[in-house]
């Protein structure tokens, strides 16, 4: 044992009680000074009043909740097709948000150009596949052994480039998914609860749905297959795994295709949600925020962390959002991921983290 | 220069000092594991003092201590006559304690001369701004530095690799640079975590020989972990041998080897 | 033959420490000097010093900022761009506040206020590290660029929300503003880049690069020979996001001049200049030059070049393929050469060194 050891934390301020306390003993300092110095009463707006408002209008917290979640379920996709790629190449795949993209993009495009939607699903797999052992080739194969940080960075090429791809081929307007021709229920179901309206899109009922069946699966395919089991080894050593005869390459280039279908469900359900284009890109990077809450490594840590980050967002924006403006969903999530890194560096689901020397 | 002649028996007669270290009574646990229990010595000044053990025994963690790298949960550190309370690394560093790693922990991306450098950053007071310049004082500081490191890359021997970027340079000369940049710190405690793991006779040679003369011309105590018992026990004053993070032996190295705990230790005790 | 080092001897430790020890690189400096301060203004055209040389300059400046955080401390950065906006924003306060100060005072002024925030968001990086900072990064970066949109304080309350760039004169010779001749803001942004560039230079030959350094490659060996961890990473953001403020500064004022910033100041033009610096050469002050040059003029040619050798390209499809170019020279220069161009440029030196007789 003698060179492996946890690290003593930095300062008095690591213990996350005295940190909390702290934290806690500002917040009412605060809410103390503040009452007495503010006359129109910002702080009660700001730590009274949204809690007012939630309690006397349940229904509007439900329907708050539910779109968070809804939101969530999509980030938490985004998210899983990080931690496929992570867990088995152990490389951060900033491409996953214009695989997103690129994969509905190409489903729209063959639909535009006459393919039945159904073959035009099969077909994008194919393509998804084919960009799956391209990247396998060209990128990780040349690359192998190399930093993190240089794969990190490869994949920022591989974004680029499907920009550019994308556009170049599709043209860079936003376009309508074909939601209907892919028989993905439309219009919306009025619950009459908590004494007034909430609605739920049955698009978002039907997201929810097979998101959670195609979790399912992949833990599934994880846990009880061949390929499964090998995935796994891969992704706790990769030269342990080459000992014993797994062909690096081949789980490359699954875990790419899985990352490939999974992107291709995403953009489906987000572009049924609002339309395609590349202004996903962005969106996609709040998957940084999830996969911190969840761990890079950590499939239900993954999900876990796309709903917390997706109704911790929506709630911020509707109660606290008008008080300053609004728009504050576009760093709200990177906020709520700083402030849990600073009492779990781990994240939700991590190990703790162990420096050796 | 007191020119002590070590003997072949591996036992020098010398004067050592006052006590510079005291370990008092250290426990540490990672968990529910534990690295050291209830472990005390001192280390004197001027003295070489090994720590040895089999692996897992807890001498790196014992090292990881002493510069404050781990906090002990028991027990304290008393060094120079001062207890230690909570310490963070630097704070030793600053107090006058350099160390070498077991695994070479050198800044790979720089050259050899960078590296021994920035074990002069303590040393070097000019501020901010006259480092933007790097003219008039900072420049002269830099220079006097520079004299300094120059001077024990001449003692290692390295001259031909002053430029090269450590990366790349064999494992032996590695380790030389490593203790070329804890040189630099000027300690009063030097600690070196197996300093001639993996090299070859030759190389076990010169560093032993580096050792000696670190210890003989600048008067540096040290404290080193070592696994070649040779070496231990030819080049060490006194020595302490660790085993599932307790003390079992303590003394010179006649005494320690023969100590029955220490020998049942090494080769094994039928149970 | 014509790149030899023998017979060059230093005597002094002074010569042997100085940033071009070689006589033929002090030659190769002049020259490029020489060449910017006077061959392009004079024989350059407007349109190649307005469109071509000033966005380098600007971009060369935010590469260096972004090259001391990344490539020399090892901190990932996705929020250069924010950091550039606050000093845009942050100069576009100065100048209404203190109108009678020279403008260019007030330009490297104000990367002040964005080291100030640079080491706000850089206090996480204590605790956390890799991708993990990157999160704090993008906070930074979403969060200002939140607050250029929504804090109508940072643009003065005016309508349209952009900056308005005064005129402005330094020996009543227009610096910024529409009458200002990109000759003049050509000079005001070469002064300012070399200037900042030789500081950048002496600090990263210095104890405090060495530190930097020392942090990027072994961060624990660092703490236990007295690096003081915080103070290093810090120091790092505040030069760095200094320097991003400067050119961010330098990019409204002397560039764009004026009209709608936030929009400038987004996530893309961040990772724009993280490619720069992996490009050209991550802990290399000479490769964000490279890496600037490369990757601002590239879209440039791009859309004028080929029109000119007769292919017929339009400016989106330009872009297009500037976007697929850039993706894979990503890809291409990380597996050929991770260190850059500004590797390159090195193994070019040492073959120049050992030619016409290699061995």
Redesign the interface.
């Given at each position: 044992m003698s060179d492996i050891a946890t690290r003593p934390a930095p300062s008095l301020l690591a213990s996350p009680m005295v940190r909390f306390g702290l934290i806690l003993v500002a917040i009412l300092l605060a809410i103390a000074i503040g009452v007495r110095l503010d006359p129109t009463n910002t702080l009660y707006a700001i730590f009274v009043d949204p809690f007012q408002q939630m309690v006397q209008a349940p229904d509007l917290l439900a329907q708050t909740v539910w779109e968070g979640l809804v939101s969530g379920v999509l980030y938490a996709l985004i998210a899983l097709g990080f931690v496929l790629i992570f867990k088995a190449s152990g490389v951060f795949n900033f491409a996953q948000g214009i695989m997103v993209v690129f994969a509905a993009l190409t489903l729209v495009g063959l639909y535009e150009k006459g393919v039945p939607a159904f073959l035009a699903v099969i077909i994008t797999l194919g393509v998804m596949f084919a960009l799956a052992v391209t990247i396998e080739r060209v990128v990780l194969r040349p690359l192998v052994n190399q930093p993190d940080i240089i794969l990190f960075m490869a994949t920022f090429g591989i974004t680029y480039f499907l920009i550019g791809f994308g556009e170049a081929l599709f043209g860079g307007n936003p376009k309508q998914m074909i939601a209907d021709q892919l028989w993905l229920p439309r219009g919306a179901i009025d619950l009459k609860i908590l004494g007034g309206l909430v609605t739920l899109q049955k698009i978002d009922i039907a997201a929810a749905v097979i998101a959670s069946l195609m979790i399912l699966l992949l833990a599934l395919f994880f846990q009880y297959t061949r390929i499964g089991r090998a995935l796994r080894a891969v992704a706790d050593s990769h030269k342990a795994a080459l000992s014993v005869g797994i062909s690096l390459n081949q789980i490359w280039v699954i875990v790419w295709f899985t990352a490939g279908i999974v992107a291709l469900i995403t953009g489906i359900m987000w572009g049924a949600r609002s339309d395609v284009s590349f202004a996903l890109e962005i969106v996609a990077l709040k998957a940084l925020p999830v996969l911190i809450l969840g761990g890079f490594t950590s499939i239900p840590g993954a999900i876990v962390g796309g709903l917390i980050i997706g109704i911790g967002e929506k709630i911020g924006e509707f109660y606290w959002g008008p008080l300053v403006g609004g728009g504050i969903e576009s760093w709200l999530a990177y906020f709520i991921a700083l402030a849990f890194l600073l009492f779990r560096p781990q994240g939700l689901f991590g190990d703790k983290i162990i420096e050796r020397i | 220069m007191n020119a002590e002649p070590m003997t072949m028996t591996g036992t020098p007669i010398r004067d050592t000092g006052e006590v510079l270290l005291s370990v008092e009574a250290i426990s540490l646990r990672f968990g529910g594991v534990k690295a050291i229990s209830d472990v005390s010595f001192d280390i004197r000044k001027g003295e070489i003092r090994a720590i040895i053990g089999p692996n897992g025994a807890g001498k790196t963690s014992m090292l990881n201590c002493i510069n404050g790298f781990y906090q002990p949960q028991e027990g304290r550190i008393v060094f120079k006559g001062e207890r230690r309370a909570k310490m963070r690394p630097h704070r030793a560093a600053a107090g006058g304690i350099a160390r070498t790693f077991q695994n070479v922990a050198l800044f790979k991306g720089m050259s050899t001369l960078d590296n021994i450098m920035t074990g002069r950053t303590l040393k070097m007071k000019k501020g901010f701004f006259w480092q933007a310049l790097r003219h008039g004082p900072a420049m002269q500081e830099e220079i006097a530095h520079r004299r300094v490191v120059e001077d024990i890359i001449d003692f290692l021997q390295i001259e031909h690799i002053r430029k090269l970027p450590v990366g790349k340079l064999p494992y032996g000369l590695q380790k030389r640079v490593e203790l070329g940049r804890a040189l630099a710190m000027e300690p009063e405690l030097l600690l070196l975590d197996e300093p001639m793991a993996g090299m070859n006779l030759e190389e076990k040679e010169d560093m032993c020989r580096f050792i000696l003369d670190v210890n003989q011309q600048f008067g540096t105590t040290i404290a080193l972990i070592e696994h070649d018992m040779g070496v231990v026990m030819d080049l060490s004053d006194r020595v302490v041998v660790l085993e599932y993070g307790r003390k079992i032996a303590d003394g010179t190295p006649d005494e320690v080897k023969a100590n029955q705990a220490v020998i049942d230790a090494y080769l094994g005790v039928a149970h | 033959m014509f790149y030899r080092e023998a017979g060059q001897y230093k005597s002094?430790?002074?010569s042997d420490?100085a940033v071009f020890p070689l006589r033929e690189d002090r030659i190769g400096i002049a020259v490029i000097l020489a060449v910017a301060f006077v061959a392009i203004p004079f024989f350059g055209s407007d349109f190649f010093i307005a469109s071509v040389m000033i966005p380098f300059l600007v971009f060369s400046l935010a590469a260096i900022g972004l090259n001391i955080l990344t490539g020399y401390t090892g901190l990932?950065s996705l929020g250069t761009a924010a950091f550039m906006g606050v000093g845009a924003y942050g100069c576009y306060k100065l100048t209404t506040l203190f109108p009678g100060v020279n403008i260019i005072v007030l330009i490297l002024l104000s990367g002040l206020f964005s080291a100030g925030i640079g080491v706000l968001f850089g206090l996480?990086s204590?605790?956390?590290k890799?991708?993990?900072l990157?999160?704090?990064t993008?906070?930074a970066q979403?969060?200002l660029?939140?607050c250029f949109?929504?804090v109508p304080w940072l643009f003065n309350y005016n309508a349209s929300g952009s900056i308005e760039v005064p005129q402005r004169t330094l020996f009543d010779i227009p610096l910024t503003g529409a009458s200002a001749s990109p000759e003049t803001r050509y000079f005001v942004c070469l002064g300012i880049v070399v200037t900042l560039t030789w500081?950048a230079s002496?600090?990263v030959?210095?104890?405090?690069g060495?530190?930097w350094?020392?942090v990027?490659?072994?961060d624990?060996?660092?703490?236990?020979?007295?690096?003081?961890?915080l103070n290093a990473k810090l120091?790092a953001f505040a030069v760095s996001s200094y320097f991003a403020g400067v050119a961010g500064a330098m990019m409204i004022f002397l560039w764009y001049g004026g009209g709608e910033a936030a929009d400038v100041f987004s996530?893309r033009l961040s990772?724009n200049i993280?490619?720069m610096v992996?490009i050209g050469g991550l802990?290399s002050l000479l490769g964000s030059f490279f890496g600037a040059a490369f990757l601002s003029i590239l879209p440039t040619a791009l859309k004028f070049g080929l029109p000119a050798l007769g292919v017929p390209i339009g400016g989106?499809?330009a872009?297009?393929?500037?976007?697929?170019?850039?993706?894979?020279?990503?890809?291409i220069f990380?597996?050929a050469e991770?260190h850059g161009l500004a590797r390159l440029w090195q193994i070019g030196k040492q073959k120049l060194r050992t030619w016409p007789f290699p061995y």
């Open positions: - | - | 002094t430790y002074a420490m990932i996480p204590l605790r956390i890799g991708f993990y990157a999160v704090a993008l906070a979403f969060f660029q939140w949109v929504r500081f002496n600090l030959h210095g104890k405090l060495r530190s350094m020392a990027r490659d072994m624990i060996a660092a703490e236990l020979m007295g690096i003081k961890l120091m996530i990772f993280l490619f992996i802990g989106a499809t872009e297009h393929v500037t976007f697929m170019l850039v993706g894979a020279l990503i890809i990380l597996i991770p």
